[in-house]
Protein backbone atom coordinates (compact mmCIF):
# COMPACT_ATOMS: atom_id res chain seq x y z
CA UNK A 1 0.00 0.00 0.00
CA UNK A 2 1.00 3.50 -0.61
CA UNK A 3 -0.70 6.91 0.44
CA UNK A 4 -0.43 10.15 -1.61
CA UNK A 5 0.01 12.68 1.07
CA UNK A 6 -1.03 16.27 -0.28
CA UNK A 7 -1.11 19.45 1.44
CA UNK A 8 -1.81 23.10 -0.20
CA UNK A 9 -3.24 26.63 0.92
CA UNK A 10 -7.10 26.91 0.40
CA UNK A 11 -9.15 29.79 -0.63
CA UNK A 12 -12.43 28.40 0.48
CA UNK A 13 -13.35 24.81 2.30
CA UNK A 14 -16.69 24.78 0.15
CA UNK A 15 -15.02 25.75 -3.19
CA UNK A 16 -12.83 23.11 -3.04
CA UNK A 17 -14.46 20.57 -1.93
CA UNK A 18 -16.88 20.54 -4.73
CA UNK A 19 -14.15 20.83 -7.38
CA UNK A 20 -12.47 17.44 -5.40
CA UNK A 21 -15.93 15.94 -5.42
CA UNK A 22 -15.75 16.23 -9.16
CA UNK A 23 -12.80 14.85 -9.38
CA UNK A 24 -14.31 11.32 -7.59
CA UNK A 25 -14.18 9.66 -10.91
CA UNK A 26 -10.71 9.97 -11.57
CA UNK A 27 -9.89 8.76 -8.06
CA UNK A 28 -11.57 5.55 -8.74
CA UNK A 29 -9.88 4.66 -11.83
CA UNK A 30 -6.81 5.21 -10.64
CA UNK A 31 -7.53 2.70 -8.00
CA UNK A 32 -7.69 4.74 -4.46
CA UNK A 33 -8.41 3.09 -1.76
CA UNK A 34 -9.18 5.10 1.08
CA UNK A 35 -9.18 9.25 1.07
CA UNK A 36 -9.13 11.55 4.32
CA UNK A 37 -9.08 15.13 4.47
CA UNK A 38 -7.96 17.10 7.00
CA UNK A 39 -7.82 20.95 7.54
CA UNK A 40 -4.58 22.19 10.03
CA UNK A 41 -6.68 22.89 13.71
CA UNK A 42 -4.89 26.47 13.59
CA UNK A 43 -5.32 27.25 9.89
CA UNK A 44 -8.28 26.72 8.34
CA UNK A 45 -6.82 27.95 4.95
CA UNK A 46 -4.74 24.71 4.76
CA UNK A 47 -5.80 21.52 3.62
CA UNK A 48 -3.89 18.28 4.35
CA UNK A 49 -5.30 14.86 2.26
CA UNK A 50 -4.57 11.47 2.16
CA UNK A 51 -5.27 8.82 -0.58
CA UNK A 52 -4.33 5.19 -0.37
CA UNK A 53 -3.35 3.49 -3.14
CA UNK A 54 -2.91 -0.64 -3.62
CA UNK A 55 1.02 0.52 -4.95
CA UNK A 56 3.75 3.34 -5.09
CA UNK A 57 2.85 3.40 -8.78
CA UNK A 58 -0.74 4.24 -8.55
CA UNK A 59 0.04 6.65 -6.30
CA UNK A 60 2.87 8.15 -8.63
CA UNK A 61 0.63 8.24 -11.65
CA UNK A 62 -2.02 9.71 -9.93
CA UNK A 63 0.55 12.97 -8.33
CA UNK A 64 1.43 13.41 -12.09
CA UNK A 65 -2.51 13.56 -13.07
CA UNK A 66 -2.56 16.34 -10.63
CA UNK A 67 0.47 18.23 -11.08
CA UNK A 68 -0.04 17.98 -14.84
CA UNK A 69 -3.90 18.30 -15.28
CA UNK A 70 -5.28 19.85 -12.17
CA UNK A 71 -3.10 22.11 -10.25
CA UNK A 72 -1.68 23.75 -13.40
CA UNK A 73 -5.76 25.11 -14.27
CA UNK A 74 -6.95 27.49 -12.39
CA UNK A 75 -10.39 26.20 -13.50
CA UNK A 76 -9.67 22.51 -13.08
CA UNK A 77 -9.03 23.69 -9.22
CA UNK A 78 -10.66 26.15 -7.82
CA UNK A 79 -9.99 27.03 -4.42
CA UNK A 80 -6.41 26.31 -4.57
CA UNK A 81 -4.24 28.98 -3.16
CA UNK A 82 -0.15 28.67 -4.56
CA UNK A 83 1.31 25.70 -5.19
CA UNK A 84 0.53 22.42 -3.76
CA UNK A 85 3.07 19.78 -1.76
CA UNK A 86 2.94 15.84 -2.90
CA UNK A 87 4.54 13.12 -1.81
CA UNK A 88 4.35 9.06 -1.57
CA UNK A 89 4.70 7.70 1.92
CA UNK A 90 5.23 3.49 2.45
CA UNK A 91 5.24 2.01 5.37
CA UNK A 92 8.48 1.21 7.30
CA UNK A 93 9.59 -2.51 7.15
CA UNK A 94 8.72 -4.76 9.82
CA UNK A 95 11.30 -5.26 12.77
Do not use: N, Y
Not at 42 to 54: A, E, K, R, S, T
Not at 55 to 79: I, K, M, Y
Amino acid sequence: MATLHIEHGITDFGTWKAAFDRFAPKRAEAGVTGCRIHLVADDPGWIVLQLDFPSVAAAEGFRTFLETRVWASPEAAPGLKGSARARVLVDPPAG
